[in-house]
């Protein structure tokens, strides 16, 4: 499965999506407008890492940040090692864990094309 990067015509917000949809829901302004209809930014071959099909599964993702939030290896697998480091530096105090379950609901409430995004825009 390879993902491109795509310009909303509208807005111009960038999102990556896998090449098989036919359609691009934009971050930005909601707008599904179809594939041919938006300027390629990145094509497949300059693709980012892929981690594995279960990882972009929203289910399967939501569930594990749920489970593993408490030490922040969700963080790790995402390839976000400053903050998997100071959740397992917290996880005594409890706080982790609640971020981490917040998260999980954040993810559960997204769609499979959106979690790399939504791990990239983590603050």
């Known amino acids: 499965m390879a993902r491109i990067v795509v310009r909303c015509p509208i807005c111009k917000a960038t ?16 707008n599904k407008t179809p594939l041919s209809m938006c300027e390629v930014v990145v094509p497949p ?4 890492e892929y981690h594995g099909k279960w990882f972009h599964n929203h289910i399967f993702m939501g569930v594990f940040t749920i489970i593993t939030g408490i030490l922040g290896i969700d963080l790790f697998v995402k390839k976000r090692y400053k903050k998997g480091i100071i959740s397992i530096l917290i996880c005594w105090t409890g706080a982790s864990t609640i971020l981490g379950i917040f998260r999980g609901f954040d993810i559960l409430a997204l769609e499979d094309d959106q979690i790399d995004d939504y791990y990239k825009n983590l603050k």
């Open 15 to 30: 999102a990556s999506i896998d090449n098989k949809k036919k359609k691009m829901k934009c971050p930005l302004c909601n």
């Open 45 to 48: 071959e300059i693709e980012e």
